[in-house]
């Protein structure tokens, strides 16, 4: 757990300076946007980041490098990744409506017992 905070701290320090740094989506994705960070920052070291966030439960990923074919592919190649797991805990899910929100979740955190519902307490978790 602490190499994967190490890691979301080097890509938060990776914003531009006028955005601000916070990464707005579920832990369940996290792994993604380290795996998809490694890939980018191969093609330039350097590249700044906008936005991490998500839209209608999916991943959007905004930097410097969306003018790069090949950074454009790794980036929607993560977000087909993102559109197949689950927010909230990483496990495999699928996209859910309810109320006019929209998540990308598995069974599990779907369910009328989740928190999830309605958006209630969906990010009030520890990241
Ligand atoms: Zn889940």
Not at 23 to 46: E, F, M, R
Not at 56 to 63: A, D, H, I, S, V
Not at 93 to 106: A, D, E, F, R, S
Request: charged share 30%; with cysteine.
């Amino acid at each position: 757990m602490q190499k994967m905070n190490d890691d979301l701290e080097k890509i938060k320090s990776r914003f531009a300076e006028e955005y601000q740094s916070f990464i707005d989506v579920g832990k369940g994705w996290h792994q993604i946007i380290i795996n998809l960070d490694k890939a980018l920052s191969k093609l330039d070291p350097n590249y700044k980041i906008y936005q991490i966030k998500e839209k209608f439960g999916g991943l959007r990923y905004y930097c410097s490098s969306d003018n790069n074919k090949l950074a454009r592919e790794i980036i929607s190649e993560a977000e087909k990744v993102a559109d197949k797991t689950c927010e909230n805990c990483g496990k495999s899910g699928k996209l859910v409506t309810n109320n006019g929100w929209y998540y990308t979740c598995c069974v599990d955190c779907s369910s009328p017992e989740s928190k999830l519902a309605g958006g209630i307490g969906f990010r009030s978790d520890d990241n």
